[in-house]
């Protein structure tokens, strides 16, 4: 588990090794934290093939009561960070679940995500990633661990460009 980011081969922060983006979401996450916090791995491709490669700990939190899921995809430093939101339950199942427009959709549809965040400006100009339409694939899911990929496609708050964002996490769930 590397963590840091890699733009287009330039790897920024702290690492170890980097994996392409089909090679990396083949192999399984280990999360390394001493806390026992979850990780993540994702790749922002934009315009042009610019592209950055971004990782770092992942938490995830449940609400019984308001049927409602999220973890944060942080970055150590905060620079950069996803969060995806599932409604419906207080953690998501095993299954393939859609990511939907985060725009465009008020009241998502039980059983879905949608998905928010940027990427620090001075690594790539991509901020307010909103999710337009993709997948979540939950691979393992229970009280504690949720695990899986992701690849949704996202426009830019900001200028309206299109970009997709793939990756994988393995992120520690608190339900409350």
């Given at each position: 588990?590397?963590?840091?980011?890699?733009?287009?081969?330039?790897?920024?922060?702290?690492?170890?090794?980097?994996?392409?983006?089909?090679?990396?979401?083949?192999?399984?996450?280990?999360?390394?934290?001493?806390?026992?916090?979850?990780?993540?791995?994702?790749?922002?491709?934009?315009?042009?093939?610019?592209?950055?490669?971004?990782?770092?700990?992942?938490?995830?939190?449940?609400?019984?009561?308001?049927?409602?899921?999220?973890?944060?995809?942080?970055?150590?430093?905060?620079?950069?960070?996803?969060?995806?939101?599932?409604?419906?339950?207080?953690?998501?199942?095993?299954?393939?679940?859609?990511?939907?427009?985060?725009?465009?959709?008020?009241?998502?549809?039980?059983?879905?995500?949608?998905?928010?965040?940027?990427?620090?400006?001075?690594?790539?100009?991509?901020?307010?990633?909103?999710?337009?339409?993709?997948?979540?694939?939950?691979?393992?899911?229970?009280?504690?661990?949720?695990?899986?990929?992701?690849?949704?496609?996202?426009q830019q708050a900001t200028d309206g460009h299109f970009v997709t964002v793939e990756g994988r996490l393995k992120t520690?769930?608190?339900?409350?």
């Amino acid at each position: 588990m590397w963590f840091g980011r890699n733009i287009r081969g330039a790897m920024l922060g702290l690492g170890l090794a980097v994996l392409g983006p089909a090679a990396a979401l083949a192999q399984p996450l280990e999360c390394n934290h001493p806390s026992g916090v979850g990780c993540f791995e994702l790749t922002v491709t934009g315009s042009a093939g610019v592209s950055a490669e971004v990782s770092g700990f992942a938490n995830a939190f449940g609400s019984s009561a308001d049927q409602a899921w999220y973890t944060q995809l942080t970055e150590p430093g905060g620079a950069s960070s996803v969060m995806l939101i599932f409604y419906g339950a207080a953690t998501p199942p095993v299954d393939e679940l859609k990511v939907v427009d985060y725009v465009n959709t008020p009241n998502p549809p039980a059983g879905t995500f949608v998905a928010t965040g940027s990427i620090d400006p001075e690594v790539i100009a991509i901020s307010g990633l909103h999710s337009v339409r993709g997948t979540v694939v939950i691979t393992a899911s229970s009280p504690n661990w949720v695990e899986g990929t992701f690849s949704y496609r996202a426009q830019q708050a900001t200028d309206g460009h299109f970009v997709t964002v793939e990756g994988r996490l393995k992120t520690k769930s608190q339900v409350g």
